[in-house]
């Protein structure tokens, strides 16, 4: 029987970034819930067909559990990268909407600086991915579904 394959370690560095983006998620989660709710309303689309609180409430719920999944569970950090970095995909249309729609929220009250806001959300889909050695190691999470089938 094939060992499953374990990931390369990771350097220090990729090390801190991952533990304080995961510190950085939990804040997020935690403002969600608590002090900025409305600020994060503002981001909900318009146009999107789930009550705002609801949206809020969940996606807060889900920072939580990404911020606390990237600190406490480094041997599941590839597939958690991945996970982290659909997240940041997935919520991007609310930035979109929140510069389409001219919203203002965490201080983005003009269009340009919603317009410079779109370009840290790659920023961050790049932070989960290298932080986590998500990129680097995708083939032997994909070797490792694979021993899991047989």
């Known amino acids: 029987m ?3 394959p374990t990931p390369a370690r ?3 560095p990729r090390s801190i970034a991952r533990i304080l983006l995961g510190a950085i998620l939990l804040a997020a989660g935690t403002a969600h819930l608590t002090v900025a709710r409305s600020e994060f309303a503002a981001q909900v689309p ?3 067909p789930l009550p705002t609180d609801v949206v809020v409430v969940g996606s807060g719920i889900v920072e ?6 990237l600190i406490v569970l480094p041997r599941y950090r590839i ?11 997935a919520v991007f249309p609310g930035n979109i909407a929140q510069y389409v729609e001219g919203v203002d ?8 600086a919603r317009l410079i806001r779109l370009f840290f959300q790659p920023v961050l889909i790049l932070w ?10 995708r083939r032997l999470l994909r ?3 694979e021993h899991q089938r047989r």
């Open 46 to 48: 318009s146009w999107f």
């Open 143 to 145: 070797s490792s579904d």
């Open 105 to 112: 929220a965490f201080g983005l009250d003009t269009d340009r």
């Open 64 to 69: 939580l559990l990404l911020g606390a999944a």
């Open 10 to 12: 990771t350097s220090l």
């Open 79 to 89: 597939l958690v990268g991945w996970i982290v970095a659909a997240f940041f995909v």
């Open 2 to 4: 094939a060992a499953t």
């Open 128 to 137: 989960a991915l290298w932080s986590t050695g998500a990129w680097r190691d």
